[in-house]
């Protein structure tokens, strides 16, 4: 079975650090670009972050300096260290995988079921 | 690149045919991607490349559209597709979501 698992989220104080994991299983880690996306409640997707099968990555404004993303494909696992946490960064943090093959690249799928952080004092 | 969906909200029947736009403000060739999600959800893959319905995703479920102008369309409501739908354009960094389009049950 295709899956992603979140952990790490919990509740933090502004300015302070947490680091997210997505653990993979069910498909080939290693082949997917891995990206991370947030949504506040009630609100949209936004997309936070991504690691390239060969290690780029890119992030938007709203997070560079602050979040870096890193991936372990021997351990199938994604991480998502965050800094400097501000209240704006409260969101559900999903972890999603993008295949890209020779007939092209596709959406994010799979998705993971989300993890809360919250930044509050 | 923004990405403007259009309408914010819709409310339609069960049967009805539902248009969904999503605008961008510059071209972004093919690489578009819709999203349905539920509530307490993480969102689904229906369609990549503008109009390449994802495996197993009914055939209701239609995109059309290249370089700013996009259109998911359901041929006809079903129950189950009471949800939120989001695009999103994978052209260039940083990817971009729309707003999201509600469908509510009229």
């Known amino acids: 079975e295709v899956q992603l698992v979140e952990s790490g989220g919990g509740l933090v104080q502004p300015g302070g650090s947490l680091r997210l994991s997505c653990a993979a299983s069910g498909f080939t880690f290693s082949s997917y670009d891995m990206h991370w996306v947030r949504q506040a409640t009630g609100k949209g997707l936004e997309w936070v972050s991504v690691i390239g099968t060969a290690g780029d990555t890119y992030y938007p404004d709203s997070v560079k300096g602050r979040f870096t993303i890193s991936r372990e494909n021997a351990k199938n696992s994604l991480y998502l260290q965050m800094n400097s946490l501000r209240a704006e960064d409260t969101a559900v943090y999903y972890c999603?995988?993008?295949?890209?093959?020779?007939?092209?690249?596709?959406?994010?799928?799979?998705w993971g079921q989300g993890t809360l952080v919250t930044v509050s004092s | 690149i923004q990405l403007t969906q259009s309408p914010s909200f819709l409310s339609a029947s069960v049967g009805d045919r539902v248009t969904i736009t999503c605008r961008a403000s510059?071209?972004?060739?093919?690489?578009l991607a819709w999203y349905q999600q539920k509530p307490g959800q993480a969102p689904k893959l229906l369609i990549s490349g503008a109009s390449t319905l994802q495996s197993g995703v009914p055939s209701r479920f239609s995109g059309s559209g290249s370089g700013t102008e996009f259109t998911l369309t359901i041929s006809s409501l079903q129950p189950e597709d009471f949800a939120t739908y989001y695009c999103?354009?994978?052209?260039?960094?940083?990817?971009?979501f729309g707003g999201g389009t509600k469908v509510e049950i009229k």
């Open positions: 999103q354009q994978l052209n260039s960094h940083p990817l971009t």
């Open positions: 999603a995988g993008r295949y890209c093959s020779s007939s092209g690249c596709y959406g994010f799928d799979p």
């Open positions: 510059q071209g972004i060739n093919s690489y």
